[in-house]
């Protein structure tokens, strides 16, 4: 089965390393900006939350 995550989520975890907030690694090419622009970008999955219903109708 998948797992799906929020892009949201994603792409904060992502902006930690972009350039508006500083390098943390030292230094790096904008490749963290490129990643959040591309998970921001992709297409969103049609989810329906599961319902599970206690007195279900047993046949």
């Known amino acids: ?3 799906y995550i929020e892009k ?3 792409v904060k975890i992502v902006e ?3 350039l508006a907030n500083g ?3 030292g ?3 904008g490749l963290a900006d490129c990643i959040a622009s591309e998970i921001a ?3 969103a999955a049609d ?3 599961v ?3 206690e007195n279900a109708r047993k046949q």
């Open 8 to 10: 949201q989520a994603a």
């Open 1 to 3: 089965m998948a797992e």
């Open 23 to 25: 390098s943390v690694l």
């Open 51 to 53: 319902v599970w219903r």
């Open 47 to 49: 989810i329906a939350p």
């Open 41 to 43: 970008a992709l297409p």
């Open 16 to 18: 930690k390393y972009s």
């Open 27 to 29: 230094r790096h090419s």
